[in-house]
C-alpha cells in the first residue's frame, strides 16, 4: 500500500497503433469542429463531480509531490507508533493504507500527466523531476521494516476478511517482500534499495528522451514517390543546404503512410532503420535496466528477473510462457512461411514492373512489410486504404465510434464546450480544463435505462505536437475509489 510506484507513474500508458482513417483525410491536423455527440445536454444535469485542473506551474507539481511524500510520511509514522504486531488488525493497519493510496492516486497520475502531454517544457521536465521524487519516496515507503511487520502480522493471523480485502491483504504483504523486506538487514539489502532508486531514475529518463524525440529525415520529393499527397504536401520544406527537399518525422501520421506506399525500397529502408535507431541515449539505459532488474531479482531469491514477474499472473513461470509461444510458433509458422513466399513473388512482380528487377536479391526485409503487406491486400482482396479514409473523416468517425458504445453499454456521451466548461471548471475557466486547445472533453453519463447516473470525464487529445507522447495511448487520469467513484481516462493519439 505503501505509497506504490505503480500507482503514482503514469509515464508508460497502454499503447494502440491508429489505424490512419483517423486522420481527416486532407491531411491538416486541425481540430474538427465541436459539436454535442448526443442531444442530452437538458436531459443530463451538471455533472456531480467537477473535472480536474490542468494550471499547475512547474513550482506547483515539485510542491504537490512533496505535500503527497509528507501527508504519507506522517500517516505511516502515526500507525508505526501506535499500533504494534500484536494489537494489528486490517482496519487499523492496512485499510489506512489504502485509502492514503486512494487519496495519493487522485493526484500523482495528475502530476505525471503532464510529462506526456504539456506543450511546455518546463512543465514536462517538472513532472519528470516530481514523478522521480515520489518514485523515490515509494522505495523508502516499501522498505519499511515497521509497516511490513504490521502487515506481516496481519497476514498471519488470519482474521475473517471479505475477499476483496483478503486480496489486497496479500497483494501488498507481497509487495513488501518482493520490494526487498524478504532480504535480510544488511548490505544486500542496501543494494537491492540502490538498484530500486536507480532504476527509478533510468524509466524516468528513458520515457523523458522518447517524449521529446524531434527527430526526421530530410527527403527530396521524389525519394517520397507513392506517397500519398495529403501527406507530401503539408510536410515542412528546407531552406539552405536542405532546399527542395522535406522533413518527415517519425510521427505515426507520417512514418506510417510514408512505409505503406513509399515505391522506394531505399527511402522504406532509411526511414525505418532511422526510426528504430532513433534516441540512441536510451539503449544504454535499456541494457543497465536489464542488467539491474535481474540483479534485483537475485538478490529477492528468484533466477531472472521474469520468474519475479510471473509469480502472480496467469502463466506463473517462464518456461510455461515459453511453452505457449513455442507452441504458438509451431501453429503460425507454416502459414507464415507460406505469407512471405507470396509476399516475396509480389515484391519480384512489383520491382520488374517498375523495371527494378535488379534490385530483388531474395530477401523479404522489415522495411518491405508495410509495403507489399499494403500492396497485397489492394491486388488480392481489393481494398484500398486510401479510399476507405475518404469515408473516416476524424469529427465523424469519432462521433459514430462513441455512439456504438452508446448503443453497447448503455451510456451518454456529452461533449462540454464554450459556457459548458466554463460551469463544470472549479475555476470558472473553461480553458483550465484542458491542457491544449485542441483537446475535447466529454461528460460521461448512463443512459436512462441505466439509472442516468454522472460516470465521469472522458479527454480526447488526437493531435500531434511537439513535446507529445510519441504513440497513441490512454491514460488513466483518475483512478475509481468509494469516496471518489467517477472514472476520468485521457485518450492521447498522434
Known amino acids: 500500500m505503501a505509497f506504490r510506484v505503480s500507482k503514482i507513474c503514469t509515464l508508460f500508458p497502454s499503447q494502440f497503433v491508429p489505424p490512419r482513417f483517423w486522420l481527416v483525410r486532407n491531411g491538416q491536423f486541425k481540430s474538427p469542429s465541436r459539436r454535442n455527440l448526443s442531444k442530452a445536454s437538458e436531459r443530463y444535469p451538471r455533472p456531480t463531480q467537477p473535472p480536474p485542473s490542468f494550471i499547475a506551474t512547474p513550482q506547483t507539481l515539485l510542491t504537490d509531490s512533496e505535500r503527497l511524500i509528507s501527508r504519507s510520511r506522517a500517516l505511516y509514522d502515526a500507525i508505526a507508533g501506535s499500533v504494534t ?10 485499510l489506512p493504507m489504502a485509502r492514503n493510496d486512494n487519496e495519493n492516486a487522485l493526484e500523482t497520475k495528475l502530476i505525471g500527466f503532464h510529462a506526456a502531454v504539456s506543450p ?3 512543465l514536462r521536465d517538472a513532472s519528470v523531476a516530481a514523478v522521480r521524487k515520489l518514485a523515490d519516496y515509494a522505495v523508502e515507503a516499501l522498505m519499511r521494516e515497521d ?3 504490521l502487515v506481516d502480522a496481519v497476514l498471519k493471523r488470519g482474521e475473517p476478511l471479505d475477499s476483496e480485502s483478503q ?6 504483504h507481497r509487495s513488501y517482500v518482493q520490494n526487498g523486506l524478504g532480504i ?7 543494494r537491492f534499495k540502490e538498484i530500486k532508486r536507480r532504476l527509478n531514475e533510468l524509466v524516468t529518463s528513458f520515457h523523458k528522451t522518447l517524449t521529446e524525440e524531434q527527430g526526421g529525415i530530410w527527403f527530396s520529393p521524389q525519394e517520397l514517390d507513392g506517397v500519398p499527397t495529403d501527406i507530401v504536401s503539408n510536410l515542412a520544406k528546407g531552406t539552405g543546404e536542405n532546399d527542395g527537399k522535406l522533413w518527415l518525422t517519425f510521427k505515426y501520421p507520417h512514418l506510417f503512410p510514408t512505409l505503406r506506399y ?7 529502408k532509411k526511414l525505418f532503420v532511422e526510426n528504430e535507431n532513433k534516441c540512441n541515449a536510451n539503449a544504454a539505459r535499456a541494457k543497465e535496466v536489464i542488467v539491474l532488474r535481474d540483479e534485483a531479482a537475485r538478490l529477492l531469491g528468484y533466477e531472472n528477473h521474469a520468474q519475479l514477474r510471473l509469480e502472480d499472473r496467469l502463466l506463473k513461470t517462464p518456461e510455461n510462457v515459453n511453452s505457449f509461444l513455442n507452441g504458438l510458433v509451431k501453429k503460425l509458422a507454416p502459414q507464415g512461411s507460406k505469407e512471405i513466399e507470396m509476399l516475396l513473388k509480389l515484391k519480384k512482380a512489383d520491382l520488374e514492373s517498375r523495371g527494378r528487377g535488379s534490385e530483388y536479391d531474395g ?9 507489399y503487406d499494403r500492396l497485397m491486400t489492394e491486388r488480392n482482396y481489393n481494398v484500398d486504404q486510401n479510399k476507405i479514409a475518404e469515408y473516416f473523416p476524424l469529427e465523424t468517425t469519432t462521433r459514430n465510434m462513441l455512439s456504438i458504445f452508446e448503443r453497447l453499454f448503455g451510456l451518454v456521451f456529452v461533449e462540454l464546450k464554450g459556457k459548458d466548461r466554463d460551469a463544470v471548471s472549479d475555476t470558472g475557466k473553461g480553458e483550465d480544463i484542458v491542457w491544449h486547445e485542441d483537446v475535447s472533453i466529454f461528460s460521461v453519463w448512463n443512459d436512462e435505462s441505466e439509472g442516468s447516473g454522472f460516470l465521469g470525464y472522458l479527454y480526447l487529445d488526437l493531435f500531434p505536437r511537439g513535446g507529445k507522447f510519441g504513440h497513441a495511448a490512454m491514460f488513466n487520469l483518475q483512478p475509481v475509489s468509494l469516496s471518489k467513484p467517477h472514472y476520468i481516462p485521457g485518450r492521447a493519439a498522434n
Open 85 to 94: 504486531r500484536e494489537s494489528a488488525t486490517f482496519e487499523n493497519a492496512v
Open 184 to 190: 535480510p538487514a544488511g548490505p544486500r539489502r542496501d
Open 120 to 122: 511546455d517544457r518546463e
Open 167 to 172: 486480496r489486497l491483504l496479500e497483494k501488498e
Open 147 to 149: 509497516l511490513f511487520q
Open 262 to 268: 513509399a515505391t522506394s525500397s531505399s527511402t522504406r
Open 363 to 371: 530477401r523479404y526485409y522489415l522495411w518491405d512489410h508495410y509495403f
